[in-house]
């Protein structure tokens, strides 16, 4: 099993920056072994994938975060990041943590699959004024 833990949310104001945290704890998998996103969910809306890593470290985006967010991991300290800056009012959004061992996917395709992620965390929420 792996336990994920977000934090970081906030409420922001447009064009300010935020950093999301993901703790990654698992006795089965080493963090580095894993792929892993950040998804969003608005209130009515699908939730969407915003940026997948795997464990080479190749990274893909959403083109509405492309250039704005960065998805990185500290695999010394089991942590996934997403550094967002110039966050817009549509950025607003419950944002999740996923993780799975053995999804046989490239991180783009990984980005629209998130009934594929076997691991979830309770999410955290930003909240982006105008």
């Known amino acids: 099993a792996v336990q994920l833990v977000e934090s970081g949310g906030d409420s922001v104001e447009t064009g300010d920056a935020l950093r999301l945290s993901c703790s990654v704890s698992?006795?089965?998998?080493?963090?580095?072994?894993?792929?892993m996103g950040w998804f969003r969910q608005a209130p009515g809306k699908l939730r969407e994938g915003v940026a997948v890593?795997?464990?080479?470290?190749?990274?893909a985006y959403a083109d509405s975060v492309k250039d704005r967010f960065t998805i990185s991991k500290d695999t010394s300290k089991d942590i996934l990041y997403l550094q967002m800056n110039s966050l817009k009012p549509e950025d607003t959004a419950t944002y999740y943590c996923?993780?799975?061992?053995?999804?046989?996917?490239?991180?783009?395709?990984?980005?629209?699959?998130?009934?594929?992620?076997?691991?979830w965390g309770q999410g955290t929420q930003v909240t982006v004024s105008a």
């Open positions: 996923a993780a799975d061992p053995f999804l046989a996917l490239t991180p783009a395709q990984a980005l629209n699959s998130r009934f594929d992620f076997g691991y």
């Open positions: 698992s006795r089965t998998y080493s963090s580095s072994r894993l792929i």
């Open positions: 890593i795997d464990s080479d470290g190749v990274t």
